[in-house]
């Protein structure tokens, strides 16, 4: 039996399952990661190597020199027409199923909602809201794009996007995805690196029966997992699909 046939079998088989998605999720979509080789941050190093791609999404940069930010925002960070992929479709059909209990994305982009998907935990945040730093005011995400310069308020605050930066707290979607994953029997990760803190610290909180990691390099919690696969999200979420729907 390969990977992808044993791991349909566990879903199968299961009611309680979470997954933890990472940058390589929305790849798919088409959307650049940050760490890859050509991800973002590579690019960020070569044009303005003065300041390293952290400092640029950096509470220090926001608050330091806004118009810096917001102009590599809106060039590197612009998702709006972007759609999600089968991925997100496949999580959405399991979530209508009652097998996925939610989704813990590390991602800000909004894809699993444009999908459908109901519970997602979004650990860091999310470009599809903004709010007022003076006055707490919420607005759309897209009023960054909409405007230029340093978004104002009616108050005359700032308008900040609601993502967690370098140098920020994690916010309270990360106690719910703990919570969620301590409860889950299943864990399905994929397309993260498990190099950021706050993911492989949710790894580490899993006390389940079967842990899936889905990566197309290494991670550093592979020998944890009963199923590794070493292949590219959308042909392994493309045949659980075409399983499901069989």
Not at 164 to 182: H, K, Q
Not at 199 to 204: C, E, K, R
Request: hydrophobic share 35%; charged share 25%; proline share 4%.
């Amino acid at each position: 039996m390969d990977s992808i046939t044993q791991l349909a079998k566990i879903i199968d088989q299961s009611n309680n399952i979470v997954f933890l998605g990472g940058a390589g999720v929305s790849t798919e979509s088409g959307i650049r990661d940050f760490r890859g080789k050509n991800g973002l941050y590579k690019e960020a190093e070569a044009k303005d190597p003065a300041h390293s791609p952290e400092y640029l999404l950096s509470s220090g940069c926001l608050y330091n020199e806004p118009a810096k930010f917001f102009d590599n925002y809106r060039k590197n960070l612009d998702v709006r027409e972007v759609k999600p992929n089968i991925t997100h479709y496949y999580l959405k059909k399991l979530e209508d199923m009652g097998k996925l209990k939610a989704v813990v994305t590390q991602n800000i982009d909004g894809l699993h909602q444009k999908a459908g998907s109901k519970t997602v935990y979004e650990i860091h945040g999310t470009m599809s809201r903004c709010y007022c730093d003076e006055c707490g005011k919420k607005y759309p995400g897209d009023i960054i794009f909409k405007t230029s310069g340093i978004p104002e308020c009616d108050c005359g605050g700032m308008i900040r996007p609601d993502v967690v930066l370098y140098g920020e707290f994690l916010p309270e979607d990360y106690s719910r995805a703990s919570s969620a994953i301590l409860k889950a029997e299943v864990l399905i990760v994929a397309g993260t690196s498990l190099k950021v803190g706050s993911a492989a610290g949710l790894i580490s909180m899993y006390q389940g029966e079967h842990l899936i990691i889905i990566n197309d390099t290494k991670t550093p919690c592979d020998d944890l997992a009963e199923i590794v696969i070493h292949k590219p999200l959308g042909e392994v979420f493309t045949a659980l699909m075409e399983h499901l729907e069989a």
